[in-house]
């Protein structure tokens, strides 16, 4: 069986980490906006604790990991997408109030 391993720079680590220590922030709501397990981020956090400034040290470098690039630009365009979807389901619902009235004033 092959697993898909994927690597991510300290950097990233350092933000979720920062995310996840917010107030209000949950964390399995976390990891599931960026796409990881709920457990890793529990795995960076003792790493960091507990290491310290050697923390992440066998982790990747921004030149081998173009995918947390292209992921950051896929939720955006994802973003601007439902962004567009929601304003159309908007005008749609504002559509069939008017529609709705007009009908309830036929009946009348």
Do not use: C
């Not at 680590?13 to 960026?34: F, G, M, N, W, Y």
């Not at 066998?58 to 947390?68: D, I, Q, V």
């Not at 567009?84 to 004033?105: G, P, S």
């Amino acid at each position: 069986m092959n697993r898909k391993y994927t690597a991510f720079t300290k950097e990233f680590k350092l933000e979720t980490l920062h995310l996840a220590s917010q107030p209000d922030t949950v964390i399995a709501h976390l990891a599931r906006d960026l796409g990881i397990r709920r457990n890793m981020i529990y795995k960076w956090r003792q790493q960091l604790n507990s290491k310290d400034e050697k923390a992440f040290k066998r982790t990747a470098t921004n030149e081998n990991t173009e995918h947390r690039q292209l992921t950051v630009s896929e939720l955006i365009k994802d973003n601007n997408r439902l962004q567009k979807e929601l304003q159309l389901a908007a005008m749609e619902n504002e559509i069939l109030k008017k529609a709705q009235a007009y009908f309830e004033e036929e009946k009348d």
